[in-house]
């Protein structure tokens, strides 16, 4: 009897982004709020999920709303100012006790390893320490914060020693100061900090807010921090959006290649964003020159230039302008300052579940830099979109390229008839196919 489990179709599809983000640097900022709920302890085996599968993990731990709670109990009312508290000596007492107490709380619920919980045989070691130095925010427009901080240096190179032993490091929002005090800390700006110290490959903020909209109220996957910056004029100053939307365009502009903005209450978000093609969130990147878009008529001129080198080299079938302003709906182009740096095209055939994926082509000048990877994820998308079940590509110096994104190779016969009746036997290009989940 053939069973067939959804769980294992998923699991496959699943395996590229295992790998690619096996060995890879993420600080990843869990709000207060998002521990004190009932989504804690799962976002907690979440992480260790990830740790479990090769990411190296630096988890930044916000404590507010426990803070609060703390002060209220102890009859302590701060003085808030633009969202952070004067930190006197009675806030701050609340301060290091809640703080404490949290993060021997997530060191308890990481060494958690029942055999009835998610965790059971994963070795986890937990570490934190003085790893992240601080200086006082000082005295703003007559106001002195007193202990109330900012991050001045993060230990890259302890923290580094750490991850390298397989241990997840864990950052609570304090630092400390040559004088030897404590300082509280902005848990998005000590993520912000780590993650540019760290050089990270990710800094995801796990925040109240779904990600950023457009006025349709459609999610926004991507933003260049100049697009996204605008948005903290409309956000309530000292909140949390405002600080995670700073923390994400510093980070994008300081070298943090992705920042991903995710809602904590989507049961799903972390590892959705992580391991399915569609993602769940809002991505900052500072590719913020560039654009990965449909193209338009206008677009035309551009292609002409970037394809016409790669044709008189036989890596592309030569196409008319006749022919691109015929087909220019079925394309994506990458501008980067105006200019056509990188294509791809899809192209549907009607009563057919496979579509072509073609004219996959990034200007030398930048290649090298993912834009392929991202341009056929892309068409992936849109093919997925539209329901096609598989895309195929017909390359004669690109099959390995293609073999290393999943493409298979194939027949002549596993093509439309459309594309079979028109191959060019001359020309010997390779068929890869790649089934779509
Ligand atoms: C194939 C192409 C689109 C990749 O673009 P890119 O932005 O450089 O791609 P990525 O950065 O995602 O991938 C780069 C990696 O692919 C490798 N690569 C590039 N061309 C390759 C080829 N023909 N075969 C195997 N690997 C190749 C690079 O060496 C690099 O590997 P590395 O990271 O280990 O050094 C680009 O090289 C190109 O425009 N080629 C000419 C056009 C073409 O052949 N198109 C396919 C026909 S449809």
């Keep these: ?144 914060f007193d202990r109330s901080g900012e991050v001045r240096r993060v230990r890259a190179g302890a923290i580094e020693g750490l991850l390298e032993k397989g241990s997840v490091v864990l950052l609570p929002p304090l630092g400390f100061s040559s004088t030897g005090e404590v300082f509280d800390l902005d848990a998005a700006d000590v993520a912000h900090h780590a993650a540019v110290a760290l050089n990270a490959d990710k800094l995801i903020l796990l925040g109240e807010s779904e990600g950023l909209a457009n006025e349709q109220g459609a999610l926004l996957r991507q933003l260049s921090p100049d697009e996204a910056e605008p948005r903290l004029a409309a956000a309530e100053q000292g909140g949390e959006l405002a600080r995670h939307l700073q923390a994400a365009c510093s980070a994008a502009r300081e070298g943090v290649a992705r920042t991903h903005l995710l809602c904590w209450r989507n049961h799903d978000a972390l590892l959705g964003e992580l391991f399915t093609r569609d993602g769940v969130g809002t991505m900052i990147t500072e590719h913020r020159y560039e654009q990965l878009r449909p193209a338009t008529l206008s677009d035309i001129a551009g292609l002409l230039d970037l394809l016409e080198p790669l044709e008189r080299r036989g890596m592309l079938v030569a196409r008319s302008r006749e022919r691109l302003e015929h087909e220019i709906d079925d394309y994506l182009v990458i501008e980067r300052d105006g200019m056509v740096i990188g294509c791809a095209a899809l192209h549907v055939f009607a009563q057919a579940d496979i579509a072509e994926l073609a004219c996959v082509a990034v200007h030398t000048s930048y290649q090298g830099g993912e834009r392929g990877e991202r341009l056929v994820q892309a068409i992936e998308q849109r093919a997925h979109r539209l329901g096609v079940g598989a895309i195929f590509v017909l390359t004669t110096h690109t099959a390995h390229w293609f073999a290393e994104r999943g493409f298979a190779s194939a027949s002549i016969d596993d093509l439309p008839l459309l594309k079979r009746e028109t191959y060019n036997q001359a020309r010997k290009s390779k068929v890869l196919i790649k089934a779509l989940a």
């Design 1 to 144: 009897m053939d069973t067939r489990f959804p769980f294992v179709d998923w699991f496959r599809n699943a395996s590229p982004y295992i790998n690619a983000h096996r060995g890879r640097t993420f600080v990843i900022l869990m709000e207060g709020e998002a521990i004190a709920s009932q989504r804690g302890e799962q976002l907690i085996q979440d992480l260790a999920l990830l740790h479990s599968l090769g990411v190296r993990l630096v988890v930044v731990f916000g404590i507010r709303p426990q803070v609060q709670a703390a002060l209220q109990k102890a009859g302590v009312a701060p003085r808030l100012v633009a969202g952070r508290w004067v930190a006197d000596s009675a806030v701050m007492a609340q301060v290091e006790q809640v703080a404490s107490h949290q993060r021997l709380w997530l060191e308890a619920r990481l060494s958690l390893g029942l055999p009835s919980t998610p965790l059971h045989g994963v070795d986890l070691s937990v570490i934190s320490g003085n790893l992240v130095t601080a200086k006082p925010l000082g005295v703003r427009e007559g106001v002195d």
